[in-house]
Nanobody, 125 residues
Framework: QLQFVESGGGLVQPGGSLRLSCTTISGFTLDYYSIAWYRQAPGKEREGVSCIRSNGVSTYYTDSVKGRFTISRDNAKNTVYLQMNSPLPEDTAVYYC?????????????????WGKGTLVTVSS
């Protein structure tokens, strides 16, 4: 019932920056959910990237993006963001957001069924 919409992807150069946005179809709210970002690179399985709890304070990142990506949320805009700084070519992927438990977002991917269309991020010079 909770449908997610990702946006903000595109072409970015290594060392540049990009901000992805995640929201829901009109009539639904993200306020009470922990939200996770996932990505799927060409030829690879979907993997967890980051997660933010409903309080907007507790955040988590996979090791490969720590220090470069920042997850945040703005309840007034009903939006969760993923700020990508200094992206690397290996960050190229389709990025998805969805409700998740931050305690197991890296391992519970198989149990998530309500995927959106995602937004494509291409990191290239």
């Amino acid at each position: 019932q909770l449908q997610f919409v990702e946006s903000g992807g595109g072409l970015v150069q290594p060392g540049g920056s990009l901000r992805l946005s995640c929201t829901t179809i009109s009539g639904f709210t993200l306020d009470y959910y922990s939200i996770a970002w996932y990505r799927q690179a060409p030829g690879k399985e979907r993997e967890g990237v980051s997660c933010i709890r409903s309080n907007g304070v507790s955040t988590y990142y996979t090791d490969s993006v720590k220090g470069r990506f920042t997850i945040s949320r703005d309840n007034a805009k009903n939006t969760v963001y993923l700020q990508m700084n200094s992206p690397l070519p290996e960050d190229t992927a389709v990025y998805y957001c969805t409700a998740a438990s931050c305690s197991d977002y890296l391992t519970g991917i198989s149990g998530i069924e309500n995927w959106g269309k995602g937004t494509l991020v291409t990191v290239s010079s």
